[in-house]
C-alpha cells in the first residue's frame, strides 16, 4: 500500500495569513499515461463530506477559490491557502488515486489563531 | 446534477452482516469510464477506501477487507450495494459513496454519508 502522510497534524494560522500543509507519499505517484501525479486534496468541514478542491496535483476544481493552489510532483506535494479565511476553517486531507487500495492521509487540522 | 445519497441501518450488531445502498442521479453506471467507490470514515479519524465498481464491472478492494466485502451495482435502478460481513465495533463510523470518471482518478462527487453503528 502507499502510505501517506500529511504535516503538520494541525495548524493555526491568522486571517489573511498565508497556510501550507504538505502531504508526503511512500512511493512515486506519477501516472506515466498522461504524466500527472495521482494525487487530489479535499476539505472536510464538520458534518459534512470532503469536497474536491485539487486534483492531478496543481489542478483546481470547479469553483474552488484561487486562494487554494497545489504543487508539488513525485513524492512531496503542498497545498497552499494563501490568503486564510474564517470558511477554510476545516480538515485538509490528500488522496493517491494511483493505485488501488487507494490511501488518504491522516488530515491535517486547520483553525485560525 | 450529479447526486448520491447513501441508506442502510444506523444500527448493526457485531457478526451481523451490514448492507448500505447508493442511490444516485445524473448519470449513469453504464456509461464508458463512470464508477461509484465506497470510503468510510470512523468518528473522529481519517478517510479509508473500501471498495469500487466501474462501469464495465471492474471490481476492487481494500486487500485488508476485501474477504467480508461484496459490491454491486443495478444500472436500472441507479443503485450500487456495498455488502460487509462479519462485522465489528471497529466498522462504526460514516460510510460514503462517491462518483469517478476516468481509469486514473478522483472524487469529485460524494453523498452525505450514513452513520453505521456496530453494538450489541
Known amino acids: 500500500d502507499i502510505v501517506m502522510s500529511q504535516s503538520p497534524d494541525s495548524l493555526a494560522a491568522s486571517l489573511g495569513e498565508r497556510a501550507t500543509i504538505n502531504c508526503k507519499s511512500s512511493?512515486?505517484?506519477?501516472?506515466?499515461?498522461?504524466?500527472?501525479?495521482?494525487l487530489a486534496w479535499y476539505q472536510q468541514k464538520p458534518g459534512q463530506p470532503p469536497k474536491l478542491l485539487i486534483y492531478?496535483?496543481?489542478t483546481r476544481e470547479s469553483g474552488v477559490p484561487d486562494r487554494f493552489s497545489g504543487s508539488g510532483s513525485g513524492t512531496d506535494f503542498t497545498l497552499t491557502i494563501s490568503s486564510l479565511q474564517a470558511e477554510d476553517v476545516a480538515v485538509y486531507y490528500c488522496?493517491?488515486?494511483?493505485?488501488?487500495?487507494?490511501?488518504f492521509g491522516q488530515g491535517t487540522k486547520l483553525e485560525i489563531k | 446534477q450529479i447526486t448520491l445519497k447513501e441508506s442502510g441501518p444506523t444500527l448493526v450488531k457485531p457478526t451481523q452482516t451490514l448492507t448500505l445502498t447508493c442511490t444516485f442521479s445524473?448519470?449513469?453506471?453504464?456509461?464508458?469510464?463512470?464508477?461509484v467507490s465506497w470510503i468510510r470514515q470512523p468518528p473522529g479519524k481519517a478517510l479509508e477506501w473500501l471498495a469500487f465498481?466501474?462501469?464495465?464491472?471492474?471490481?476492487r478492494y481494500s486487500p485488508s477487507l476485501s474477504s467480508r466485502l461484496t459490491i454491486t451495482k443495478d444500472t436500472s435502478k441507479n443503485q450500487v450495494v456495498l455488502s460487509m460481513t462479519n462485522v465489528d465495533p471497529v466498522d462504526t463510523g460514516t460510510y460514503y459513496c462517491?462518483?469517478?470518471?476516468?481509469?486514473?482518478?478522483?472524487?469529485?462527487?460524494w453523498g452525505q454519508g450514513t452513520l453505521v453503528t456496530v453494538s450489541s
Open positions: 492531478w496535483a496543481s
Open positions: 445524473g448519470f449513469s453506471l453504464s456509461s464508458s469510464g463512470v464508477g
Open positions: 462517491a462518483h469517478y470518471h476516468g481509469s486514473v482518478t478522483y472524487y469529485d462527487y
Open positions: 512511493q512515486s505517484v506519477l501516472y506515466s499515461s498522461n504524466n500527472k501525479d495521482c
Open positions: 488522496h493517491q488515486y494511483y493505485s488501488t487500495p487507494q490511501t
Open positions: 465498481i466501474s462501469w464495465n464491472d471492474d471490481n
